[in-house]
């Protein structure tokens, strides 16, 4: 019997580093090389509160607002008015308190089939296009592509990455300053500021059921074991970053869907830009556009392939440009 099992201890093995083996080779020939910076011709200007079309500056140009407010938005008609009220109510008072400080929220439509632009486009005319602009993309690119549009499209000395559904009081937006304050003096002016949940985990798994909370907890091993070990929570979308570690980091970003956030902080990890996790209110809104298995089965398929295509030299860091 001894033989037997060794023979089949050794069969199983041999068969884990076939598979491992090409799966290492999938990862790095499916990989695409570079990041896709393509913007569509429609994709290079946005429309004003009086209806013209306006060139959109890059984020290679000098800042001209101490803050940008990325929200990208996907089929979010019913839920993005919320956001944006209590978002543009506290930047209103808080520029009424200090004049000095200007801000402007770039809602990224993208790819929606409901009537998200229109919504947003009301608070253009409200506020003016200076404050609000909306960007629409052509096509759906996912979470991910839409914040990078976003991004690249801003004037802000800080950027903030916000969710559409508005699950962080937007007040919280002070702790993540302080947290980024709190990292001077920041490498080549980089630092970012994320906005964590870990602290509210034990109440999220007594509302959950067994197979969601086995879901996420997989889902955190895998981030902490591939990518991400010094960050509890990757997945909240509430982040705050400075101009050059948004230029630098969004720059070399591949994923577009999901898992993006991981990346985004690997790849910061890799270049030693300082991050704070910062706790912050959150409430869970209806109407997430996740779906529990398969998108946790696509985001965990994305971690892998972020450490194998930059372990193997498919994606690697480079000073890049976006076009």
Known sequence: MEPLLADAVAALAALASAALS??????HITATKMPNFHRHEEEKFFVNAEGKKESIPSIHDPPTKELSVVVPSYNEEDRLPLMMDEALDYLEKRQKRD???TYEVIVVDDGSKDQTAKVAMKYC???GSDKVRVLTLVKNRGKGGAVRMG???CRGIKILMADADGATKFADIEKVEEGLRNL?????????ACGSRAHLEQDSIAQRSYFRTLLMYGFHFLVWFLCVKEIRDTQCGFKLLTREAASRTFSALHIERWAFDVELLYIAQRLKIPIAEVAVNWTEIEGSKLVPFWSWLQMG???LFIRLRYLTGAWHLEKSKSN
């Open 22 to 27: 090409l799966i290492i080779i999938v990862a």
């Open 99 to 101: 004049p000095a400080f």
């Open 125 to 127: 005319k409200k506020y």
């Open 151 to 153: 991004v690249f499209s």
């Open 184 to 192: 001077q003096p920041w490498p080549d002016q980089m630092a970012i």
């Open 301 to 303: 398929r994305d971690l």
